[in-house]
């Protein structure tokens, strides 16, 4: 016997066999069961969601002597002749006859009487693939047919049916069938034909057939052919997916902004043979199965991914900013779509993997708040002591005398504004936020270099030694307020003590609280600095007798008190 293929194997033959679609099944048996079937339908929705299927089951449903809650009973003689190919029904596809010739042929058929059953019923598959002159000829027909003839147009496109066509006829929307209905169905067939399967393979052919029943029957009759029993890794081979192992790399140094590992990786897969829509489609799958995991709790029931690769995307998931993975996935299906029409998609995949991985490369909102929240993350990330972590490293020869003079800064240097910022400074309290330099170049994290020791054992002025701490403060301290309040003292040495001193009160106030002294005192260890001070500038005091001052400067005019 020859083979069947399975979405042709398992084709609904009643309306309770039908995967959902439970909208256009209701309203087609109440008419079968009240006698009242209309004479012209307009099925209309995505592939492979049972557009055929349906029309089939209701062209012998009307037909039946017998019909079972509003299904063709199967076994009347109705029944038997047309599922033998009665003249009764008749199938057209309107990909291939599409000419007027076609239609006016039909429309001399039509009051032929039916041969066995009530109705002569016309299934037009395609139909929105008719001419205009092809239309025109069906119109007259569609608008009065004769009592015996009832016409079902199938159609993924509705929006290319004339207004004419559409108005004489009963419209019923076919939806996407969900993932979770899908794998029934996928179970139930896997189990009549004696297949051994892994729940997560029913569910990734599930999630790849996109809704289609059809489209996932057709995939799964490939992955079956693979091996004895139907696995995930089966699954995943069988489609052509890269590797997920590589893919998860290339995704998390994507968003890390690791480019040179990207770009590796890009490598390995596509010199495996992957094309490159795969690898963008399988990059956008991934993409969405982080998100999911980032924003839903039950994300693993969601995904049914294994539990290995689950725990691998939660991995990822937990590293990963929202923003950037909205931008990636943003970026990336804005290559799919320019990859139809470009010559070397290569390039233009790695050029988007290339903007993701450098957000600095961009001035948009989104690239800023990624450059932002992954300079968080890695501050927030790598926790250890103020001391340690910017400790002067270990060298076996000394640094040379010029190096140390460069660190050295003018005595003239003004401290009124603070120093060129190398990042941008993190706020404790966004209502605190200063206003934030335009262009801002991250840089990856580096150690400070080491604060150079005076030269012949000099003490350091104390606009040099203000200075090394303000760099210092910059690069270990996330307090942005407390940065930018330190920039309104003015330093100089009384004895040992290095004197900060503001004109502002509430400044030199807050400073010697106990928070912010402790933050400024390790700092200031680290720069060589063992004592300081925090003061406020004393108010002038006021003359005692301003009035007689006023009359003395100006004895030519008449000063008068009111």
């Known amino acids: 016997m020859a083979h069947i293929s399975l979405y042709r194997r398992f084709r609904p033959s009643t309306f309770d066999e039908m995967v959902r679609q439970e909208h256009v099944v209701r309203v087609l048996k109440n008419q079968i069961e009240q006698n009242t079937a209309g004479h012209a339908y307009l099925f209309c929705g995505p592939r492979g969601t049972g557009k055929t299927s349906v029309a089939r089951i209701f062209a012998r449903a009307v037909n039946c002597e017998h019909p079972v809650n509003g299904s063709p009973c199967g076994k009347c003689a109705v029944c038997r002749a047309i599922a033998d190919g009665s003249l009764d029904v008749t199938e057209i596809d309107a990909a291939s006859n599409n000419g007027v010739n076609e239609m006016r042929d039909l429309r001399e058929k039509v009051q032929y009487p039916p041969v066995t059953g009530r109705y002569k019923v016309y299934i037009i598959d395609e139909v929105h693939m008719l001419t205009d002159s092809a239309f025109n000829a069906l119109l007259k027909t569609l608008e009065e047919p004769p009592a015996h003839a009832i016409f079902i147009l199938a159609t993924t496109e509705p929006h290319k049916i004339p207004a004419t066509i559409l108005s004489r006829c009963m419209r019923l929307d076919f939806k996407l069938i969900p993932a979770e209905d899908l794998e029934k169905h996928l179970a139930s067939v896997l189990e009549a034909i004696g297949k051994e399967y892994e729940p997560e393979a029913v569910s990734a052919i599930a999630r790849a057939g996109a809704g289609s029943d059809r489209d996932m029957l057709s995939i799964a009759e490939t992955c079956i052919a693979y091996d004895e029993k139907l696995t995930y890794s089966a699954v995943t ?130 690239a800023l708040h990624v450059r932002l929240n992954e300079l968080e993350r890695r501050l927030a990330g790598t926790p250890m002591p103020l001391a340690e972590a910017y400790a002067e490293p270990v060298s076996e020869a000394p640094a040379p005398a010029k190096k140390q003079k460069k660190e050295e800064l003018p005595s003239e240097t003004n401290y009124d504004e603070p120093p060129p910022l190398e990042e941008e400074p993190v706020f404790d309290d966004p209502f605190e936020q200063q206003e934030q330099p335009k262009s801002v170049s991250p840089r990856r994290e580096e150690k400070p270099a080491p604060v150079a020791e005076p030269v012949g054992g000099e003490r350091p002025t104390a ?54 002294r402790k933050i400024m005192a390790d700092t200031f260890a680290l720069v060589g600095v063992t004592a300081f001070e925090v003061r406020q500038n004393k108010p002038r005091e006021k003359s005692a007798d301003a009035v007689g001052e006023l009359k003395k400067n100006f004895s030519k005019y008449s000063v008068e008190v009111k």
């Open 237 to 366: 081979a069988a489609l052509g997916a890269a590797d997920f192992k590589t893919t998860s790399k290339l995704a998390e140094a994507m968003l890390h902004g690791d480019m040179p590992t990207a770009l590796y990786h890009t490598e390995i897969i596509l010199s495996e043979g992957k094309a490159v829509g795969v690898l963008v489609r399988d990059l956008m799958e991934l993409l969405s199965e982080i998100t999911v995991t980032m924003t839903c709790q039950n994300a693993q029931k969601l995904l049914a991914l294994p539990k290995d690769l689950f725990g691998r995307v939660k991995e990822i998931a937990d590293g990963a900013d929202g923003r950037a993975v909205l931008r990636a996935t943003e970026l990336l299906s804005k290559t799919e779509t320019e990859m139809r029409f470009a010559s070397s998609p290569r390039i233009l995949l790695e050029t988007a993997i290339m903007r993701i991985a450098m957000p600095e490369t961009e001035l948009s909102a989104e």
């Open 463 to 516: 606009e040099v030694a203000f200075g090394k701490f303000m760099r210092t403060l910059r690069k270990t301290s996330r307090n942005g307020v407390l940065f930018t309040m330190c920039t309104d003292l003015v330093p100089f040495y009384e004895g040992d003590v290095l004197v900060l001193v503001t004109d502002v009160e509430t400044i030199a106030r807050s400073l010697n609280r106990e928070e912010h």
